[in-house]
Antibody, heavy 121, light 107 residues
Framework: QVQLQESGPGLVKPSETLSLACTVS????????WSWIRQTPGKGLEWVGY???????NYNPSLKSRVTISVDTSKNQFSLRLNSVTAADTAVYYC???????????????WGQGTLVTVSP | DIQMTQSPSSLSASVGDRVTITCRAS??????LNWYQHKPGKGPKFLIY???SLQSGVPSRFSGSGSGTDFTLTISSQQPEDYATYYC?????????FGQGTKLEIK
């Protein structure tokens, strides 16, 4: 059964960099894109971006200038870095599988349980 | 970006009720529309893809319909485990976008 688990600090100071990792179990990173999605009180669910096995990325233009998603195939893991954070970046961050590389019009399944990141001094 | 608008934002229903949630896209997205169920403390659960196709393992009381800009999610007979927040998501183009959610509560 495919499982995803987010990890990283739960508290980040304003203007610093948020860093999270997602460890994927029971499946190779091949054949899929791997996404980060966040949920904020103000904007609801927001797709942050995705990466494929080869490192190809696609970011939400609203965050593109501050986001980097990377992949570590040796650890079966992908990561999110969001720099210059503000209180508006306080959110529950989810990692998710999807969409399929061969079907980029697809869906996200499964999702990790999410991790709350608070931006505060 | 394609805007997704759900209605209602919250809904009270009793066990056994038929429940319908609506999702509207700001432009034609064909049938590139997915539905998720979200319970507190968990990641969203994928229910329906391509507007009307049920994901494997999802109970048959869930169904989806629509195309173009107007879509619906229907629960034919609400069960206790169905109380959750439901989201639609368009996969027609990036950035992928979600509706604001419909919270299904106990009546």
């Amino acid at each position: 059964q495919v499982q995803l688990q987010e990890s990283g600090p739960g508290l980040v100071k304003p203007s610093e960099t948020l860093s999270l990792a997602c460890t994927v179990s029971a499946v190779s990173l091949r054949s899929y894109y791997w996404s980060w999605i966040r949920q904020t009180p103000g904007k609801g669910l927001e797709w942050v971006g995705y990466i494929n096995y080869s490192g190809g990325t696609n970011y939400n233009p609203s965050l593109k200038s501050r986001v980097t998603i990377s992949v570590d195939t040796s650890k079966n893991q992908f990561s999110l870095r969001l720099n210059s954070v503000t209180a508006a970046d306080t959110a529950v961050y989810y990692c998710a599988r999807g969409p399929e590389v061969s079907a980029p019009w697809g869906w996200f399944d499964p999702w990790g349980q999410g991790t709350l990141v608070t931006v505060s001094p | 970006d394609i805007q997704m608008t759900q209605s209602p934002s919250s809904l009270s229903a009793s066990v056994g009720d038929r429940v319908t949630i609506t999702c509207r896209a700001s432009q034609n997205i064909g049938t590139y529309l997915n539905w998720y169920q979200h319970k507190p403390g968990k990641g969203p659960k994928f229910l329906i893809y391509a507007a009307s196709s049920l994901q494997s393992g999802v109970p048959s009381r869930f169904s989806g319909s629509g195309s173009g800009t107007d879509f619906t999610l229907t629960i034919s007979s609400q069960q206790p485990e169905d109380y959750a927040t439901y989201y639609c998501q368009q996969s027609y183009s990036t950035p992928y976008t979600f509706g604001q959610g419909t919270k299904l509560e106990i009546k």
